[in-house]
T-cell receptor, first 112, second 116 residues
Framework: GQNIDQPTEMTATEGAIVQINCTYQ??????LFWYQQHAGEAPTFLSY??LDGLEEKGRFSSFLSRSKGYSYLLLKELQMKDSASYLC?????????????WGLGTSLAVNP | DTEVTQTPKHLVMGMTNKKSLKCEQH?????MYWYKQKAKKPPELMFV???????INESVPSRFSPECPNSSLLNLHLHALQPEDSALYLC???????????????FGQGTRLTVV
C-alpha cells in the first residue's frame, strides 16, 4: 500500500532550527513535495526533490533519500510566521496518471 | 500571473440547492485538480483533468460534477449535498499530470463551503 508518516506536532523557539521528518512507502515514486499551510489558507509550495540529496532555498532546505524512503524539511532562523502545518506529499505514478499522496501534516508552533 | 483564482471564497447552501464553484488559471497549465479538505486533514483528491479531459475520478459521489470548459477554467457543480460535504474545496493546477517530473502544483485560495 501507499503510506506517508510525519510527526503530528512539533514546537520550536524563534530563531532556532527545526527538522520535520517524513517517511514514505509508495509505488511509482516520482518525487516528493513539501507544502506549508496556514490555518484556513491554501497549501503553498515549498520544495520538490526527485534525486537524492539536499536542496536549499533560503531559510528552508529539503533532503531526500530514495533508498531509505525518507525526507526532511529543515527550517532555519525560525520566525513566528513559520507557525503552520507542513505537509509532505509524494508524487506517485498510477497507470498513465500521476497523483500526490499526502501525509497528515505536521503542525509546527514557533514560540517567542 | 502565477495565480489560481477560485470563486466564491465562501458559500453557504441548502441541501436542495444547486451551486457551482469556479476556478481559473492563466499559467498555461494543462492539468487541473479539485481537492476537498476537512479541518486538520490533508487535501483529498477528487478529480484530475488533463488536457481538458477527465483523467481521474476518485470515486466521488455524483452529487459533485466537474466540468472543464477550456484549458483555463474548471468548474465543480454541486447538487443535493449533505452537511458532511462541508469543507474547504481547493483547486490546483500544474504543468503536467503525466510523463516528466517536477509538476509543481499551484493551489487556489479555496472555497469554504457550508451545507445547511
Amino acid at each position: 500500500g501507499q503510506n506517508i508518516d510525519q510527526p503530528t506536532e512539533m514546537t520550536a523557539t524563534e530563531g532556532a532550527i527545526v527538522q520535520i521528518n517524513c517517511t514514505y512507502q509508495t509505488s511509482g515514486f516520482n518525487g516528493l513535495f513539501w507544502y506549508q499551510q496556514h490555518a484556513g489558507e491554501a497549501p503553498t509550495f515549498l520544495s520538490y526533490n526527485v534525486l537524492d540529496g539536499l536542496e536549499e532555498k533560503g531559510r528552508f532546505s529539503s533532503f531526500l533519500s530514495r533508498s531509505k524512503g525518507y525526507s526532511y524539511l529543515l527550517l532555519k532562523e525560525l520566525q513566528m510566521k513559520d507557525s503552520a502545518s507542513y505537509l509532505c506529499a509524494v508524487s506517485s505514478n498510477a497507470g498513465n496518471n500521476r497523483k500526490l499522496i499526502w501525509g497528515l501534516g505536521t503542525s509546527l508552533a514557533v514560540n517567542p | 500571473d502565477t495565480e489560481v483564482t477560485q470563486t466564491p471564497k465562501h458559500l453557504v447552501m441548502g441541501m436542495t440547492n444547486k451551486k457551482s464553484l469556479k476556478c481559473e488559471q492563466h499559467m498555461g497549465h494543462r492539468a487541473m485538480y479539485w481537492y476537498k479538505q476537512k479541518a486538520k486533514k490533508p487535501p483529498e483528491l477528487m478529480f484530475v483533468y488533463s488536457y481538458e479531459k477527465l483523467s481521474i475520478n476518485e470515486s466521488v459521489p455524483s452529487r459533485f460534477s466537474p466540468e472543464c470548459p477550456n484549458s483555463s477554467l474548471l468548474n465543480l457543480h454541486l447538487h443535493a449535498l449533505q452537511p458532511e460535504d462541508s469543507a474547504l474545496y481547493l483547486c490546483a493546477s500544474s504543468s503536467r499530470s503525466t510523463g516528466a517530473q517536477n509538476t509543481e502544483a499551484f493551489f487556489g485560495q479555496g472555497t469554504r463551503l457550508t451545507v445547511v
